[in-house]
């Protein structure tokens, strides 16, 4: 059974880069049968997708945040991170990394979610 | 992007009720909608793919369905643990765009 489980600071200063990781055990990203994604969510709102990445190193991105962000795979280590530069006091949410399916391109298997909170 | 518009926003009902949600694109998505429910200070759980197709481990009292561009979340028989927000997402076309969510909660 696959687990996702994100990890990083809970606190960045505005205008600095938010920076996550999501370990995976259970299945391999260099598979080549999943999107390896990050979704957010601001406490008590709605869902919002980043982006995903699949393991051939091709990556979609969201276009509101395309020109912040870049995601990446690490293959040895079976993880995939996230990084949003230039981060606002808007950025704050929970940020979910999540396994997407190619045909259907549906979310099967998510992490727990990490609160990150921008503030100087 | 492609709009995703969910009604109700919210909705009250009692343990045993028959409850629909309905989702509608802002354009014609084929069947590429998916459906997940989410509890407080959880994630998402998905429930149904390509519109109607149950995940596995999903009860069957979950069910799906279309109409053109309007997509419905149907349980059956309300059970005390479906009490939760739902929402659907399109994977038609890039972006992926999530409905605003419905949440269900008690009479």
């Known amino acids: 059974q696959v687990q996702l489980q994100e990890s990083g600071p809970g606190l960045v200063k505005p205008s600095q880069t938010l920076s996550l990781t999501c370990d995976v055990s259970?299945?391999?990203?260099?598979?080549?049968?999943?999107?390896w994604s990050w979704i957010r969510q601001v406490p008590g709102k709605g869902l919002e997708w980043i982006g995903y990445?699949?393991?051939?190193?091709?990556?979609y991105y969201n276009p509101s945040l395309e020109s912040r962000l870049i995601i990446s795979l690490d293959a040895s280590n079976n993880r995939f991170s996230l990084k949003l530069r230039s981060v606002t006091a808007a950025d704050t949410a929970v940020y979910f990394c999540?396994?997407?399916?190619?045909?259907?391109?549906?979310?099967?298997?998510w992490g727990q979610g990490t609160l990150v909170t921008v503030s100087s | 992007d492609i709009q995703m518009t969910q009604s109700p926003s919210s909705l009250s009902a009692s343990v045993g009720d028959r409850v629909t949600i309905t989702c509608r694109a802002s354009?014609?998505?084929?069947?590429?909608l998916n459906w997940y429910q989410q509890k407080p200070g959880k994630a998402p759980k998905l429930l149904i793919y390509?519109?109607?197709t149950l995940q596995s481990g999903v009860p069957s009292r979950f069910s799906g369905g279309e109409s053109g561009a309007e997509f419905t979340l149907t349980i059956s028989s309300l059970q005390p643990e479906d009490f939760a927000t739902y929402y659907c997402?399109?994977?038609?076309?890039?972006?992926?765009?999530f409905g605003q969510g419905t949440k269900v909660e008690i009479k």
């Open positions: 999540a396994r997407a399916g190619q045909k259907e391109i549906n979310f099967d298997s």
């Open positions: 259970g299945a391999s990203i260099s598979s080549g049968a999943y999107y």
């Open positions: 990445m699949f393991y051939s190193g091709s990556a």
């Open positions: 354009q014609s998505i084929s069947s590429f």
């Open positions: 390509a519109a109607s």
């Open positions: 997402q399109q994977s038609y076309r890039m972006p992926l765009t």
